[in-house]
């Protein structure tokens, strides 16, 4: 057999090119090494909780290690800046949370902005707070309570986590939209918090559910609404503060994955494919289910569409009591 020698160092060298690609691309699928995970929040809070369970999935099926990273401070500004600064590799991500909607309007002169500098990459969970009061308040319903409100203007007291925070903001949104004044007191803790509402220090709050659940089942705190979209799954027989007559009222805490922007589809869909996957698991849905939180609905396309409209949706409710000044 007659071989022609450019024919076969011609085969030789595509077979060499080709070989190159294979090996550099295997050298650079991604994830080609562990993941941070960057949570603006303590370890042990709602936030990190959530980071670690659906963190913990996701290692298992992209093969590489979600590292969870607290970088507290500023409500989640300090972690959110320093993903806005990350490379748009896909080895740097947020763990979103609606506080940083609120944070758009509520802090001034931020070196980001929210919405523009990270791209949604997966919606991971959400949960309303619900509005509780102490049995010795005349009030058993969401009308009731306006009712109150109005007769005794600023005299009707919640307790909230601080200035801006989802307790703060769901009384203010209330007020705005029931035409209502109710005056917020700040405190330092949730044990001391709970300890006011049960004795009857304080009579009125909009809490995670968690933290009430058992107390409005034994009776101790009367449950009124739920502040989200739906029902409670956790809660089914308390009716949403819309069906109660507020119409559009929407109160609920989100979290989701962001990136960089400029990090490439292929490498977000790859890490929204690996959240969606975690999230449809029955181990991390029942961790879910206990925390309190249920799934978002909607593509991370619907995410992106809904953060922007909660941006807008706070800054009018953040108008009403003026940012914190820096």
Do not use: C
Request: aromatic share 6%; no cysteine.
């Amino acid at each position: 057999m007659i071989i022609d020698r450019r024919s076969f160092h011609g085969g030789m060298i595509a077979a060499a090119l080709l070989a190159g690609v294979a090996q550099t691309a295997a050298q650079t699928a991604y994830p080609a090494r562990p993941i941070h995970l960057i949570v603006g929040f303590a370890a042990g809070g709602p936030t990190d909780v959530l980071a670690r369970i659906i963190g913990g999935r996701m290692s298992e099926i992209l093969g590489q290690q979600v590292v969870v990273e607290n970088r507290t401070g500023a409500s989640g500004n300090i972690a959110t800046q320093m993903v806005v600064r990350a490379p748009n590799d896909g080895y740097t991500i947020l763990m979103g949370a609606n506080s940083n909607a609120v944070n758009e309007s509520l802090f001034k002169n931020l070196p980001f902005k929210f919405a523009d500098d990270l791209i949604p990459v997966a919606p991971l969970a959400e949960a309303p707070t619900v509005l509780v009061v102490h049995p010795s308040l005349d009030v058993k319903s969401v009308q009731d309570l306006i009712a109150l409100a109005r007769a005794k203007p600023g005299e009707i007291m919640y307790a909230t986590a601080g200035k801006g925070t989802t307790t703060h903001l769901a009384g203010e949104l209330f007020g705005l939209m029931a035409g209502v004044k109710l005056t917020p007191v700040p405190y330092k803790g949730s044990g001391e918090t709970t300890k006011d509402l049960l004795s009857g220090q304080i009579k009125v709050m909009f809490s995670p559910i968690p933290p009430v659940l058992s107390f409005i089942q034994g009776g101790q705190l009367r449950g009124i609404a739920s502040t989200g979209p739906r029902r409670a799954s956790v809660a089914p027989s308390l009716p949403t503060v819309e069906e109660a007559g507020l119409s559009g009222f929407d109160m609920r805490m989100w979290f989701g994955l962001m990136a960089p922007l400029g990090t490439p589809d292929d490498i977000v869909d790859k890490l929204s494919q690996a959240a969606g996957e975690a999230l449809r698991s029955d181990g991390v849905k029942a961790a879910l289910a206990k925390q309190g939180y249920e799934p978002p609905p909607g593509t991370r396309q619907q995410f992106g569409a809904f953060i922007r409209e909660e941006i807008d949706k706070w800054a009018k409710v953040v108008a009403t009591f003026g940012p914190i000044e820096q």
